[in-house]
């Protein structure tokens, strides 16, 4: 199973981005349930940023991005978005994604991509 995120880069604050997560698999019975966002500043803790449903149908936010990030799916194309607006230099981070996925297995375990980095600047 691969993770591979885009669209991170460099924005001025107040701007706008939105990342993408698209998820892969091996064979044809791979099953995408919970997903997530978490971000990660140089030397601090990987922090939850948003969650969302196997349907999408419920979302999460943490309080500092609540109200500017929208976090949605596409389970047709195996792929997981992060609209960002508003942006603040303080979002200046790693974005990750995070699935919790089987393929061609009988358990379900949680995957992570490699990470887009996101600059704001002030």
């Known amino acids: 199973v691969q993770l591979v995120e885009s669209g991170g880069g460099l924005v001025q604050a107040g701007g706008s981005l939105r990342l993408s997560c698209v998820v892969s698999?091996?064979?044809?019975?791979?099953?995408?349930?919970?997903m997530a966002w978490f971000r990660q500043v140089p030397g601090k803790q990987r922090d939850l940023v948003a969650t969302?449903?196997?349907?999408?149908?419920?979302?999460n936010y943490a309080d500092s991005v609540r109200g500017r990030f929208i976090i949605s799916r596409d389970n047709a194309k195996n792929t997981m978005y992060l609209q960002m607006t508003s942006l603040k230099p303080e979002d200046t981070a790693v974005y990750y994604c995070?699935?919790?996925?089987?393929?061609?297995?009988?358990?379900?375990?949680?995957?992570w991509g490699q990470g887009t980095q996101v600059t704001v600047s002030s």
């Open positions: 698999g091996t064979g044809i019975f791979l099953s995408i349930k919970t």
């Open positions: 969302i449903s196997t349907d999408g149908a419920m979302t």
């Open positions: 995070c699935a919790n996925v089987r393929d061609n297995v009988p358990f379900y375990r949680d995957y």
